[in-house]
Structure formats: structure tokens, C-alpha cells
């Protein structure tokens, strides 16, 4: 039987249709009918919802009339520029998973399942975040990543989102790392499409080193919400690192927790943003051990009209004592109508911690930018100098295909950038 | 080559150089020495085409072309090299590709063909051992946790690599030793030619004990108040700028 959605989901009534129309075809169990009931509660996020005031999703889909289930398949898609890193690729086209048809490396298994609530499961009371519960609920589709225990990945898997049309499209990932596994996971979103939920779940287990990579490369039309919900055990290791140039909102979405002690992680994040782009890093660290490592550095650079969102929260629980945590977000505004908004939080129960964050907004540095030029570069080149230097630190870790990856990225901004003023 | 005629000059609507006139020949060192508050540094940034500053009156051409129309990047192209008294650090600048860039940069709008990148390595490991830098310096972000002594051995290492034909040289000695200042000079002398003219700006005599000046001037309230040859230096070296400053 459909539930009826609450009137106070969207102020859209196509959207709402649409929304229960697709809730009519779900297999709804009990987990799923409990998400949905959840989202009827608190509908999409608006900027009225504390977490949600810089990135009102509702705001963004009003008038937004979903096409009918033409739901296409086919959409042609450029090879990816990860190639050269020779991935085992795997393409969400348009929400429908197509797994490699090569042989998999010894030691990973790729599956295509049912949709779970394990993401909703997770981050359920932690706010009222009526994506997820969307997801949960309406998802057909998850991918099932294993990396089996001691194995170490040597090709890069990368599953790329590939997103056209004006259907709504809702997937998941699941992803589970062994004791003692190794592997690098790159997501990429690529193309258009009106409305895109992407949750994943990490089950990170100890000892085990995962590096996660994600690019969002999207058109200015585009909702994005993509989240990562991961659980770390013992001594393991996350490095994370993002690159959006936005779209009309999106969001990037890290939750972890710390189930075991010696845990490290670093996580960095760059957006470029221009025209009237929007992109929303938000992450939330629960320490729950002893002796974890946390490092956080955002960096953007907005134009235009550009809006660039940090929202960062170490939670750090009585017993995680001789936690180690900095975060920093730092936000390069290069026209007057450009926008950030940054909320670093530091939320601490232990007594014998050493954390910090740090946050800074303006403008490039004129006295940098006369000594380049005085040494023969133009306004333009010693313009690019300086952003790419005000990024570097995000992506100077990565191996050096996944970096040149990165920098075509920077550099094609900053061309259009140039070009645009 | 280098002629500054009657320069008036403000920053945030504070007169600083008040009616300016001095004329570099090709070929020739000048000195500028000072007191503090003099305007020396602004006459160096005025030259190198700082933005800041204002220029309400006068001329400063090199080689008869008026060079205050052009961008800072223009000047440098003509040959205009400013050695910063505080050289910045640049974190996330890698030192050589920037080196390099400016390099071709400048070729590039003089008409020259660009240096590769195997040219340049070969100009570059050699002018470093000239001012003394290490490989691992030049592997570093520009100038990041350098001490002020390598600062400066940065600005001299983009001089000799530049080869520019007018250098303004703000403070280069100060913060080093002998044996810096001995390369300073060493870099200079290098450069020094018939086509080529310093503006050496300093405090103190030690650096002309390297660097010879042709000329020395003393600048004090805006304008030159008194030229001469070298042994100008020496004098002030003895009896200080109060002279000067009561005559400005």
C-alpha cells in the first residue's frame, strides 16, 4: 500500500506525485517503510533545518517536473581520464549498475543487490537528513564491493555515475574492506540529470587502508547529494580526497566513525565555482577510541556568483582520549558577489586531546601577485599561479595520474575563469 | 637608459617622492642611500610598476619609452628587474616551473624563442651554484621556510637567470653575511655591461665595497638632495643623513 506523502515534503505537488508514484514500485519492507515514513516527516532539507540553511535542496527542486519513467540507459559517455590508471570500471548509467565484464583481481568481488537501509541505519537521529531516508526507501539498485581479507588491490576500482534525463535517480554502494586489505576506490559524477542520491556505506576493518577519491563534474542544472557513511576498526587508514566544480547544489556528504583505536584519516576537499554554482563539503568525524589521527583541509575558490559551503564537526566521545585532529577550511573569494560559508565545529568529552580548526575567507594576495607579474607574468597567468597554489595542498598526495586527473580539472577551470573575465 | 624626471609620487594620499629627478646610463652603477621614510622602496615599486602607488607628475622612460603606461609584467619583459628587499614565500608554487614560466614569458614578448625545459635545468643548476642555493631549495615551494639570507639568494638567482638590462637592487644586503654579500656582488659584476644599469638601494657602504658604484646619490625627503662618486658613500658611512634630512 502507498503512503501518502506529506504535504510539507516539497512545496512541488508534481515532485510529491512523483516521489509516491515511485514508493508505490518499491519492494517496501519494514526498514524501508520506516525510512519513508521518516522522510514524509521531515521532507527534503530547506534552509530553515539547521545543517541545511546554505544548501536548501527543497528550494532547488521546486517546479522541478520529473519526466515519466523514461528512464534511459544508453546515455554515451566519454572514456574516463582515470583510464590511464588502467581501473576496473564499474558505471552507475543513469542508476543502472554495469559491472566489468573482465576478469576481477584475486581478492575483490563486485555484486549488484538490493537496495539496503544501512546508511539510513547509521546516520538516523544523528539530524534530520530526509535525503538519506529518501534514499533508503527508494533505492532500487546497490553495489556490493568486498575486498577480501589480507588482499591488497593493486588496480584502482572506479565506478563512475554517470547522470542524464530529468528522472530522479537513487543508488547505493556498499563497500566492505577486510582486516588487513588494501584498495582505492575512485567515484566519479559525471554528465547532467536533474536530481541525483547517491549513499555508500564503508566497513573499513583493522588495519586496512582504503583511499577514496571522488570528482564531481557536473552540469549547472544538476542536484546532487552523495553521501559516504563509514565505520573504521583498528589502526586502519582513510585518505579521502574531492574535487567538485559544483552544479546548481550539491553536496558531499563524509560521515565516519572511529570503532577502534590508532585509526587515521585525512580528508581534502577543493571546489571551484563559477556562474552560480554551489558546492556543500559537510562531514561529520565521531571519535569513539583512543589515539585517532584526523586531518581536514577544504579549499575553494568562488567567482561569479559562485557559493561554496564547509560545514566540519569532530565529535570526540569521553573515552577517545589522545585524539589528534586539525581541521582547516580556507576559501579564496575572486569577485565581490562570490560566497562562502564555513561552520567548523570541535564537539569534545575527553579530557586529553589535542584538537584545532581553522577558517579563513578573502581575497588573492596583491603583494604575491605584483612579485609574480614583476617577474614577467601576466595578470592572468599570475592569477593562476596563485589559485592553483591556494589548491595545491589538497591534491599533492595523490599519485601522480590521479593528480594530472585533478590539475585537468583546475586548469580547465581556471582557462574558463581567465576567458570569463 | 634609465631616466626619472621631476616624479611625484603618493600612496594612500601621503606624498612620498616629491619631485624626483635621476639618470641612470646605460652601463652605469648608481647607489641610492637614505634614511628611513625616505621613499626609496616606493621609488623602487614606482619603477617596477606597484599599482598602489600613485604617480601624480613626471616620467620615468627606459631607453626614451615611457615605461609608467606599461604593466608590471610589460616592464619585466623590457628588462626591468626589482630585487624585493622582502621577498615572499609562495607556498604551493613550485620554484622552478615558476622560474621557468617567467622566463619564457618574458622571451616570449621580446620575441624570443621560449627555453626548453632540458635548457633551462642546465641554466639553472648552474646559476644556483653561483649564488649557492641547493637542488633540495629549488625542489621546495618558492621560498617556503627559507631563511632571509636564501631569500635573497632567490632574487639573485632569478637576476643572473633573467640577465635583465636594468636591475633595482632594494636592500639586497640586508640580512646577510660577508660571504653573501661577496656573491651579490659576484652576480652584479657578472651582469654588469655596456648595455645594462643598476639602482643599487642600501643602507650601508659594506655592499659598494663589492659592487663599485659609478654614482651615488643620497635620497631624503622625496628627492635627491646630493650626488657624487663613491666616495660619497664613505662620507655618509662616517657622519650619518641628519645633514640631509635638515636640508630636505
Known amino acids: ?56 535542496f527543497s528550494g532547488a527542486l521546486r517546479n522541478f517536473a520529473p519526466a515519466a519513467n523514461d528512464q534511459r540507459y544508453d546515455a554515451i559517455y566519454e572514456p574516463s581520464l582515470f583510464a590511464a590508471l588502467k581501473p576496473i570500471e564499474i558505471t552507475f548509467v543513469n542508476g543502472r549498475i554495469e559491472l566489468p565484464k573482465t576478469p576481477l583481481p584475486k581478492g575483490l568481488k563486485l555484486a549488484v543487490n538490493a537496495s539496503t537501509t544501512a546508511a539510513y541505519d547509521m546516520v538516523h537521529g544523528l539530524g534530520d537528513n530526509g535525503l538519506i531516508s529518501l534514499n533508503a526507501a527508494v533505492s532500487n539498485e546497490a553495489l556490493e564491493l568486498i575486498v577480501e581479507t589480507g588482499s591488497k588491490i593493486d588496480r584502482p576500482i572506479l565506478v563512475r555515475h554517470i547522470c542524464s534525463g530529468t528522472v530522479p535517480i537513487f543508488v547505493q554502494t556498499i563497500v566492505r574492506a577486510g582486516v588487513n586489505s588494501t584498495a582505492k576506490i575512485i567515484e566519479t559524477f559525471e554528465g547532467g540529470g536533474t536530481f541525483y542520491s547517491h549513499s555508500s556505506i564503508l566497513e573499513i576493518a583493522a588495519r586496512c587502508r582504503i583511499d577514496r577519491l571522488v570528482l564531481q563534474d557536473m552540469d549547472e542544472t544538476s542536484v546532487i547529494h552523495n553521501l559516504c557513511a563509514g565505520v573504521l576498526d583498528t589502526k586502519s587508514k582513510f585518505l579521502q580526497t574531492a574535487l567538485s566544480t559544483g552544479s546548481k547544489l550539491g553536496r558531499q556528504e563524509t560521515i565516519l566513525h572511529y570503532n577502534g583505536n590508532e585509526i587515521e584519516t585525512e580528508l581534502r576537499s577543493a571546489a571551484l565555482l563559477s556562474g552560480n554554482r554551489h558546492a556543500d563539503f559537510t562531514s561529520r568525524i565521531v571519535h569513539n577510541a583512543e589515539a585517532c589521527i584526523t586531518r581536514q583541509i577544504h579549499k575553494a575558490a568562488a567567482r561569479d556568483k559562485g557559493k561554496a559551503i564547509f560545514q566540519g564537526k569532530f565529535h570526540v566521545s569521553r573515552g577517545a582520549q589522545k585524539t589528534d585532529a586539525d581541521m582547516q577550511a580556507n576559501a579564496l573569494l575572486l569577485s565581490e558577489t562570490a560566497e562562502a560559508n564555513h561552520k567548523p565545529e570541535l564537539e569534545i568529552y575527553a579530557d586529553d586531546v589535542e584538537c584545532a580548526h581553522g577558517s579563513t575567507a578573502g581575497a588573492l594576495d596583491d603583494d604575491a601577485l605584483f612579485y609574480l607579474r614583476q617577474r614577467g607574468l601576466s595578470e592572468a597567468s599570475a592569477r593562476g599561479f596563485l589559485i592553483k597554489a591556494f589548491l595545491a595542498e589538497t591534491i599533492d598526495t595523490l599519485d601522480d595520474i590521479s593528480r594530472s586527473v585533478f590539475e585537468t580539472h583546475i586548469n580547465d577551470w581556471l582557462t574558463a575563469t581567465i576567458d570569463g573575465e | 637608459m634609465l631616466k626619472i624626471d621631476n616624479l611625484q609620487v603618493s600612496i594612500e594620499d601621503t606624498d612620498i617622492l616629491r619631485g624626483l629627478t635621476l639618470e641612470v646610463p646605460a652601463g652605469e652603477v648608481h647607489a641610492i642611500m637614505g634614511p628611513n621614510g625616505s621613499g626609496k622602496s616606493t621609488l623602487s615599486h614606482t619603477i617596477a610598476g606597484r599599482e598602489e602607488y600613485e604617480v601624480h607628475s613626471g616620467s620615468v622612460t627606459l631607453d626614451g619609452e615611457n615605461i609608467l603606461e606599461l604593466e608590471p609584467d610589460e616592464r619585466a619583459a623590457k628588462g626591468v628587474f626589482l ?5 615572499m614565500e609562495i607556498p604551493g608554487v613550485a620554484t622552478m616551473n615558476f622560474i621557468r614560466t617567467a622566463l619564457n614569458s618574458q622571451r616570449k614578448v621580446r620575441g624570443e624563442a621560449e627555453v626548453s625545459a632540458a635548457e633551462f635545468l642546465k641554466i639553472i643548476r648552474e646559476k644556483s651554484k653561483l649564488v649557492g642555493l641547493s637542488d633540495e631549495k629549488l ?8 631563511s632571509g639570507g636564501e ?15 636594468f636591475c633595482i637592487m632594494d636592500e639586497t644586503d640586508s640580512g646577510l653575511d660577508i660571504d653573501a654579500l661577496k656573491m651579490v656582488g659576484d652576480v652584479v659584476n657578472a651582469l654588469r655591461g655596456p648595455e645594462s644599469g643598476f639602482l643599487v638601494i642600501t643602507h650601508y657602504q659594506r655592499l659598494l665595497e663589492h659592487i663599485r658604484p659609478d654614482r651615488v646619490h643620497v635620497l631624503a625627503g622625496g628627492r635627491i638632495v646630493k650626488s657624487g662618486g663613491p666616495e660619497l658613500a664613505e662620507r655618509l658611512e662616517e657622519s650619518g643623513y641628519d645633514q640631509f634630512i635638515e636640508a630636505a
Not at chain 1, 8 to 18: C, F, G, V, Y
Not at chain 2, 151 to 165: D, G
Request: hydrophobic content about 40%; overall charge positive.
Open chain 2, 139 to 146: 625542489k621546495r615551494p618558492f621560498n617556503v621556510g627559507f
Open chain 1, 1 to 56: 500500500m502507498a503512503m501518502a506523502v506529506a504535504r510539507n515534503i516539497t512545496t512541488d505537488d508534481a515532485l510529491n506525485n512523483w516521489f509516491q508514484g515511485r514508493w508505490a514500485d518499491c519492494a517496501q519492507t519494514e526498514k524501508r517503510q520506516a525510512a519513508f515514513r521518516r522522510f514524509s516527516e521531515v521532507g527534503l532539507p530547506h534552509r530553515r533545518v539547521e545543517g541545511w540553511r546554505w544548501s536548501d
Open chain 2, 151 to 165: 631569500k635573497k639568494r632567490m632574487e639573485m638567482l632569478q637576476m643572473a637567470i633573467f640577465e635583465p638590462r
Open chain 2, 83 to 87: 630585487s624585493f628587499q622582502n621577498p
